[in-house]
């Protein structure tokens, strides 16, 4: 009988160990840690201020439509200063007046050329006895004036004023008003005039940019006083 149960318990033993190998859950393979957990902690946007919420909201979608911005056209921002422009200066008395304003015109970078202009140059102010009737009238009252010491005098040709008698030509009116009033003395009644000769006009033609371009008092020294030195805009060709 003991024999018996000993057996039993033996048979028994066994029995428990190969269930326990063969059909208990296999032990759990260690886990890897986690690294540690760096910034800061996530946080609920219930848990948000006000603020952070309106910052969280705009920074998002900003981020994702962002793009970048295409350069501008080169030369777009400069187009205005570097636009070119022309004007004409005149008139110049000479050429040799001309030339000197193109001489200064060159450190500054600018296009010059010139061109001739038809016109007429004032000669001076004419004193004179108006045309007499005829030619020996007027020899008359030359020598008349003559003996009474009146120089350079002359009876005048041409057919505009012809057997007139001319009194002289003065660069400055007062002159010639001088002269007036010394024929009232002989009992004449002077006339007075300005004279004019045809002579050119000498223009510059300036190409440049718009800002380089000068005012024509630059050029005040070298017109005359009674014709001063101008400027105008004009439209470049070529």
């Known amino acids: 009988m003991k024999r018996a149960l000993l057996l039993i318990l033996i048979l028994a033993n066994f029995g428990f160990l190969a269930w326990h190998r063969w059909y208990s859950a296999p032990e759990t393979a260690a886990l890897t840690p986690a690294p540690p957990l760096t910034g800061k902690p996530l946080e609920l946007a219930s848990e948000l201020s006000p603020a952070e ?9 900003a981020a994702a439509t962002a793009a970048p911005v295409a350069a501008a056209p080169a030369g777009t921002g400069t187009a205005a200063a570097s636009a070119f422009a022309c004007a004409s200066y005149g008139p110049f ?10 001489g200064r015109l060159k450190p500054l970078g600018i296009e010059a050329t010139s061109h001739l202009v038809a016109g007429k140059a004032k000669l001076g102010y ?11 009238e007027a020899d008359g009252a030359a020598a008349l004036l003559k003996r009474r010491g009146v120089k350079d005098i002359y009876v005048v040709t ?6 007139a008698i001319s009194l002289g030509v003065f660069s400055e009116k007062r002159y010639a008003q001088d002269r007036q009033k010394e024929m009232r003395k002989q009992g004449y009644h002077a006339l007075l005039a300005e004279r004019f000769r045809d002579e050119p006009h ?25 014709n001063p030195i101008g400027k105008a805009m004009g439209t470049c060709s070529g």
């Open 53 to 61: 919420r309106k910052a969280f909201g705009t920074a998002a979608p």
């Open 126 to 136: 004419w004193v004179y006895l108006p045309p007499f009737a005829s030619k020996r």
């Open 93 to 102: 008395p000479s050429d040799d007046a001309l030339q000197q304003a193109i």
């Open 202 to 226: 000498y223009w510059l033609d300036a190409k440049g940019l718009a800002g380089a371009l000068p005012q024509a008092t630059v050029f005040s020294d070298l017109g005359e006083e009674d």
């Open 158 to 163: 041409d057919e505009a004023n012809r057997n």
